[in-house]
Structures are given as C-alpha cells and as structure tokens.
C-alpha cells in the first residue's frame, strides 16, 4: 500500500449518516484504482458511453451479481432507474393503482412510508391501512391491527423506517393476492429476504447498497402489464422493455458501484446470510451498551421493532445530546445527529459499517453516560 493511501485510511472517521452513507473500504480502493483508466479501456467508468460493450458489460454483472445475492427469481425485472426513492412514491400508484376505484393500501409505520402515502393520497389512491403517529412511530403493527382496504391493488410498506429506526422483523400479511411492494431503501441487502413474497422491493443506492443516484426496483413481470396512467419515464414497462432496459442514460456510475458493492458481499462477506449475522452481532453490541444505561439513555424503538440498521436514542435534554455529538465527533465518530424530526442521536450501521466502528461507538456510550449520568 503506498503511503498516501495509508495516510488517507488513518484520517477517516467512522460515518454513522444514515445516507449518503460509508462504504466498504475495499470498494473504495478499488474504484480508485480503476478511476483513471477503468480495465485497459483508456478512461474511467464516468466517460463512458451507457450504449457501448464496456458499460454495458458492468450494468450486467450489476444485475447478475445482484441477482445471485438476493436469489431473485427470473420472473422479475431488475431496473437500474433515477429519481430517489421519492419518485417511487409517485410511480407505484401510477403504474399499480390506475384501474377505476382502486387503491393502495399504506401501513404508515414512520416518516418515509407517510411521504410514501401522501403521494399515493395526492393522486387519489392512498389508503391509511394503519397509522403509527399516535404511536409515535416506535411501534410496528400487528397483523389485527390493520385495517385492510376491501379494493387495494398492492400493499406498500417500510421495511426500515430510517429515521425512527424500527424495522420489520417479519414480511406483513397482506390480504391473499394482493402484492406486496417494500421500500427496502434502508436495509437492501442487510439481509436475506424471500423475493417471491413480494410484486416489487425499490431502494435508493446511497445507504446500503452504493451511492446516491441509483434507485433499484425490483419488479414481477406480470405487473408490467396492469392498466397504468403513468407515461414515459414513469411507465415501469417502458424501462423493462428497452433495449439492455435502459430507458435513457442510466446513472452509470451509481451503477458500477452497486457492482462493486454486490461483489464485495459476495466475495469477502460471503452472501446474505452472513452479513445478516454480523449486522445482528453489530446492533447488539449497541443495543447492549444503550440498555446497561437505560436511565440515562431513551431509545426510541420499542424492542421488538428495533432496526439493526438505525439506532435512534435520547438523553433526558437535547443539550446533553449536542455535547454527546459533539464529543463523539472529536473520538472520531461521525454523523450522529438525530434526524430534526425527532432529535437526539442515531447511529446507522450499515452493511459497510465495520463491528470496530460499533464497538468504538458502544465504548463511547458507556463512558459518556459515566461522565454525566
Ligand atoms: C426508507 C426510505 N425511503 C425513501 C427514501 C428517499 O430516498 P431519496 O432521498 O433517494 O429519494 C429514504 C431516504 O432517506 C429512506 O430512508
């Protein structure tokens, strides 16, 4: 390793942001390898066209690596698209809602499935399956809970609400026949999940699965086929049906990186089952540090519902929580303001988050609460 890599490694942080989010380190050096001259092709990824062989080639390992990791059945399309995961809120109803009287069915289980509703209610096709608010977004439902519409076309859920750190441990039970679509923006590929549960599973790149730019969606076939009002860019079909399914520029950078990062989880996690083991072993180290204070520490999430990939937490005033980021900030541990919404602290510990990181963040845990318990 030369030196001024070794120099570049020394000052980085441990980034807790919940996203744009840290990346695995050997991602990194490999795209800075390649940068100038991406495989004998005399230029980098950025440059070159999304229409010719190389690129080509990479937006299909992309896919085939993807598809390996997450098992994903060959009746679904993958689509590489833009747009954030925000986008998505308007093209689900779009394309799966549009037949007359009916709707989508939302459990509102947190910030991101209420944006995610309200765009579908924008449209007139959200239904509130249940709402969380009163709860203040700490708890998931149960199954008796919800209030199922008796004319939903799909039921959308958050697998991981990513500010109020709760996540679905379990995949809810829609009504028999009605698809299943998840916002899965925060925890792609954190763990094994059965494809064939779903119609469709989108997640913005930049947390999980590579950087900002790239949204995944990951759709059965026959519901390309549903009557749609959607046209152009936001017929799902459209991007299905091009030629290599690239409607118009993909985000080809974004792509290359999610390849990467597929390749990593491949190659030196050893698949999803493994990374879904040490991210369980990572957010106990944390969850166990916060509860061994729980006076002096609040997490936000009832036990049950806590992410493994957000860990939101309090003291009793928002002037302890200012120091402890700021302290934190100065041991080398980075981003972990609460999102303005609720405040406090969170912690996101990402696939690429290393248990290093964790424990460094759980040792600061318990020596801050001594300092000032
Ligand atoms: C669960 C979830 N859904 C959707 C989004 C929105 O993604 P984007 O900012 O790419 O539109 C986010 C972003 O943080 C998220 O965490």
């Not at 540090?289 to 992410?307: M, Q, T």
């Amino acid at each position: 390793m030369n030196v001024a890599l070794s120099t570049a490694q020394d000052q980085r942080v441990y980034n807790f942001s919940a996203g744009p989010a840290t990346l695995p380190l050997p991602v990194l050096e490999e795209i800075k390898d390649e940068l100038l001259n991406y495989r004998g092709s005399g230029m980098s990824v950025m440059e070159l066209s999304h229409r010719g062989q190389t690129f080509i080639e990479i937006q299909r390992e992309t896919e085939r690596r993807m598809r390996e990791l997450m098992n994903i059945p060959a009746e679904y399309s993958v689509l590489f698209v833009q747009g954030g995961g925000r986008l998505q809120n308007v093209m689900i109803p779009l394309n799966l809602a549009a037949a007359e009287g009916t709707v989508g069915d939302y459990l509102v289980t947190g910030a991101w499935s209420k944006y995610s509703f309200q765009d579908a209610q924008a449209l007139g096709r959200g239904h509130l399956a249940w709402d969380g608010a009163p709860h203040r977004f700490a708890r998931l439902p149960s199954n008796e809970e919800i209030a199922w519409a008796p004319n939903a076309s799909y039921v959308h859920f958050t697998s991981n609400e990513t500010i109020h750190g709760i996540q679905f441990h379990s995949v809810p039970q829609a009504p028999r026949g009605v698809p299943l679509i998840c916002d899965s923006s925060s925890d792609l590929m954190s763990r094994p999940v059965r494809v064939a549960d779903y119609g469709m599973i989108y997640a913005c790149a930049q947390k999980n699965a590579g950087i900002a730019g790239l949204t995944i969606v990951i759709i059965r076939r026959d519901l390309l086929e549903r009557v749609t009002s959607a046209s152009g860019y936001l017929h799902y079909r459209a991007h299905a049906d091009s030629e290599d399914q690239m409607y118009n520029t993909p985000p080809t950078f974004p792509i290359y990186v999610t390849g990467l990062v597929c390749k990593w989880l491949q190659d030196e996690i050893g698949g999803l089952e493994r990374m879904a083991a040490i991210n369980r072993d990572k957010a106990a180290v944390l969850y166990r540090a916060l509860d061994e204070h729980a006076g002096f520490y609040i997490p936000h999430a009832a036990r049950n519902d806590r992410s493994l990939m957000n860990v939101a937490f309090r003291t009793a005033s928002p002037e302890l929580d200012d120091r402890f980021v700021a302290e934190a900030r100065r041991h080398r541990l980075s981003d972990l303001k609460g999102h303005r919404s609720l405040g406090g602290m969170r912690a996101s510990i990402y696939n690429a988050m290393p248990l290093a990181g964790v424990e460094a963040l759980a040792q600061f845990v318990r020596d801050f609460a001594q300092r000032n318990g």
